[in-house]
């Protein structure tokens, strides 16, 4: 069964700050969280009931996960710099 997902509003007024390519490949990894959310670099953030975070190259996306609904509210998406 597929996920939905819901973005925040933190997370979208995020996503429009990212250049146009970044934010192709973010929606490249949102598509692919709708057939398995806990695929690829996940982990469970300590401290924070059922947060997962997932790692794209220099982005973090923070979720939770709804099983009976299948559905993942994205609560933030950031860029990581060094």
């Known amino acids: ?4 997902y819901r973005l925040a509003r933190q997370a979208f007024k995020n996503l429009k700050r990212f250049p146009k390519k970044e934010q192709e490949r973010i929606f490249l990894v949102l598509e ?3 057939a398995d959310p806990f695929s690829g ?3 469970l953030m300590q401290g924070e009931e059922n947060l997962y975070r997932r790692r794209k190259g220099n982005y973090r996306i923070y979720f939770r996960p709804h ?3 299948h559905v993942l509210d994205i609560s933030l998406i ?3 710099s060094s």
């Open 1 to 4: 069964m597929l996920w939905d």
């Open 32 to 34: 692919e969280m709708k």
């Open 41 to 43: 670099d996940i982990k």
């Open 67 to 69: 099983q009976t609904q």
């Open 78 to 80: 950031e860029r990581r």
